[in-house]
C-alpha cells in the first residue's frame, strides 16, 4: 500500500511563507494519480485546499487559498509541493496530502490514501 509523507510544516508569523512536501516512501509514481491537499484545525472538519491532477495535468483551488497557494509537481523527485504565502493565523491546522485517482476531486473520500499530516502555525 501506498505510503505518503508530509513535511515542511512549521510556525511562521503572519504574512509569511512555507513551502510543504509529499512524497511516498513505496514505489509508486505520483504523476499516476492526483494528489489533494487538505487541512483540519482543530475542532473543525476536514478541508479541502488544493488538488493536481495526474501527469501534465489540471490545477485546482479552494477559494480561500486562491492567489495564495501553489501546487506543484517535481516528477524527477516524485515529490508534490503546496507552496503557501501571505499566510494569516486562520491558515492554521495540521496540513495532509492525499492520494486519489486520475481526476482531482475536493471530497475527502475521494482520495484512498493519506499521509500522517504536517502542522503549519501562523502567529498573529
Known amino acids: 500500500q501506498a505510503q505518503l509523507v508530509e513535511s515542511g510544516g512549521g510556525l511562521v508569523h503572519n504574512g509569511g511563507s512555507l513551502t510543504l512536501s509529499c512524497t511516498t516512501r513505496s514505489g509508486i509514481f505520483l504523476d499516476n494519480y492526483a494528489i489533494g491537499w487538505f487541512r483540519q484545525a482543530p475542532g473543525k472538519k476536514r478541508e479541502y485546499i488544493s488538488c493536481?491532477?495526474?501527469?501534465?495535468?489540471?490545477?485546482h483551488y479552494a477559494d480561500s487559498v486562491l492567489g495564495r497557494f501553489t501546487i506543484s509537481r517535481d516528477v524527477a523527485k516524485n515529490t508534490v509541493y503546496l507552496h503557501m504565502s501571505s499566510l494569516k493565523p486562520e491558515d492554521t491546522a495540521v496540513y495532509y496530502c492525499?492520494?486519489?485517482?486520475?481526476?482531482?476531486?475536493?471530497?475527502?473520500?475521494?482520495?484512498?490514501?493519506w499521509g500522517q499530516g504536517t502542522q503549519v502555525t501562523i502567529s498573529s
Open positions: 492525499a492520494l486519489g485517482y486520475s481526476q482531482c476531486s475536493i471530497y475527502p473520500d475521494r482520495f484512498g490514501t
Open positions: 493536481t491532477s495526474s501527469g501534465a495535468g489540471n490545477t
